[in-house]
């Protein structure tokens, strides 16, 4: 049986080279071109069982090459590369025919891995998505990023664009999931339709079912005109239900209703109306910790979570910062400010940044500085200034590298409600409160800034914002010990 011949075209010599050498090793014949002209002339010539492609070639672009092929050899599996890494490239790759979109640089064991599953797929588990072109408006990236998570993400998205699965998407906040779901709708079927978000957490309890679904009036004691609800709104598009995490349990199972049945009625309404909407989720909650608390149905979970999408936080995609930075001075730019450029330690000092505000942090501080700061360059300097400004400015707050932040006073007021509780079911009032609570507050704290001043009680005292006497006498009240007599330790 001959071997399979994979044809590969790309005007950088090195590719072609590595591609002609691993591909050669798994065991395929290769042929190997820098002309978009030769590829199509082998490909009339019925040559080749798998097209490996680059976009951007020096006589024609990869992805238009695409459409022809397909029409020309419907059986012949196309694989397009590109060092655009966008997600309209992968959209487009995708939509044209194309089996699968690999971003440059690519890891070797990816694309052989896909190679094979390209040549041992059926024929017709192929398709072609019959959509339009994508518009001028569309090329402006809705989605920024070069990173193995959102080139994941991109191709994830591309994937979805002939279905109308329900979509959960998940991420801290200020991640940038109504862009992704935003994507998912303007790429989508239903790009003509509407898109509608509604924020489902925060609809009061009472006016859950005319939000969602519309209201019946009556005038006179007869029915009169209805309004309509957000799920008519969105009739042949999408709705995007936000923060479905902490969607109440009246609303929870409304929305299971209308997924389970497809139907749904106004409220004060009987006839039932078709549900033609395609519902993209989003939460920054653990759903799964939150099925296992009671807060959130098991059932409903299934029927949202069936393509799950999770948006990764900025610092598991640092790499992404400097296009994003410069993203965002480009948009204040052709909004009417001066250009701005930044500066390679403005660089490294963004990227050393945790971003607990994530995305929309960065955007925030870009266009703050763009209209803040006179400097056509942006030094680090300044970025520093900018940063230690913001962290004295944010709340105290608490969690993990893999968790929301959670400010601090949430934190602690929960812990009360619990003690309070507590207390009430065992009948002991709580006494000496305020100072119970400021005490188990304030040791830990004295105590922390110690170890990060090394026991500099003059340092500590400067960094809680306390007269130096105030933090000796707390040190002394609270029974904190102080390791007294390292060497350089100023002492009091």
Not at 124 to 134: E, N, R, S, V
Request: hydrophobic share 40%; with cysteine; charged share 25%.
């Amino acid at each position: 049986m001959p071997l399979p011949t994979i044809l590969v075209a790309d005007d950088d010599r090195s590719i072609r080279t590595v591609l002609s050498q691993a591909l050669g090793r798994a065991g395929y014949q290769v042929r190997t071109t820098a002309s978009a002209a030769t590829l199509w002339q082998w490909i009339e010539e019925g040559e080749g069982d798998l097209v490996i492609t680059d976009v951007m070639m020096p006589d024609e672009n990869g992805l238009d090459l695409v459409p022809r092929i397909r029409k020309a050899r419907p059986d012949l599996r196309i694989l397009v590369m590109s060092a655009q890494s966008t997600l309209v490239t992968a959209v487009k790759a995708t939509q044209r025919g194309a089996f699968e979109y690999l971003p440059k640089p690519f890891d070797l064991t990816e694309l052989l891995s896909v190679v094979e599953r390209a040549l041992s797929m059926p024929q017709q588990a192929q398709g072609i998505a019959h959509l339009q072109p994508t518009s001028a408006a569309e090329e402006q990236m809705p989605l920024t990023g070069r990173s193995a998570a959102m080139q994941d993400i991109y191709r994830m998205i591309a994937r979805l664009t002939t279905s109308d699965l329900t979509v959960m998407i998940t991420g801290e906040s200020g991640t940038g999931k109504e862009l992704v779901a935003r994507a998912l709708h303007d790429y989508g079927q239903r790009r003509t339709g509407p898109f509608v978000a509604v924020n489902v957490a925060a609809i009061p309890r009472e006016q859950i079912e005319a939000e969602l679904f519309g209201q019946e009036r009556n005038v006179n004691g007869l029915t009169g005109t209805r309004s309509s609800g957000r799920f008519e709104q969105a009739a042949g598009g999408t709705l995007f239900l936000d923060e479905v995490g902490d969607m109440s349990p009246e609303a929870q199972t409304r929305v299971l209703r209308v997924l389970q049945e497809g139907e749904f009625t106004t409220a004060g309404g009987r006839q039932p109306i078709r549900s033609n909407v395609r519902i993209v989720a989003s939460t920054h909650r653990d759903l799964h910790q939150a099925i296992r608390e009671g807060t959130f149905r098991e059932d409903l979970f299934y029927r949202l979570n069936v393509v799950p999408i999770r948006i990764p936080p900025l610092r598991e995609r640092t790499e992404d910062i400097p296009l994003l930075a410069r993203h965002f001075l480009s948009q204040c730019n052709e909004e009417g400010q001066a250009p701005r450029t930044l500066t390679d330690e403005a660089i490294m000092r963004l990227q050393a940044w945790r971003w607990p505000g994530n995305v929309r942090e960065l955007e925030n501080l870009m266009r703050r500085i763009s209209v803040l700061y006179p400097h056509d360059v942006i030094s680090g300097a300044v970025i520093e200034t900018e940063l230690s400004e913001a962290s004295r400015q944010r709340p105290l707050s608490v969690a993990s590298h893999d968790e929301e932040e959670e400010p601090f006073s949430v934190v602690v007021e929960r812990h009360l409600r619990k003690y309070f509780t507590a207390a009430e079911e065992n009948g002991v009032p709580p006494t000496a409160l305020h100072e119970r609570v400021i005490a188990e507050i304030e040791r830990p704290l004295i105590r922390l800034t110690l170890d990060a001043t090394r026991g500099n009680q003059i340092r500590a005292a400067a960094m809680l914002g306390v007269n130096r006497n105030t933090l000796r006498k707390r040190i002394r009240d609270l029974e904190i010990p102080v390791t007294k007599g390292s060497a350089g330790r100023e002492a009091l």
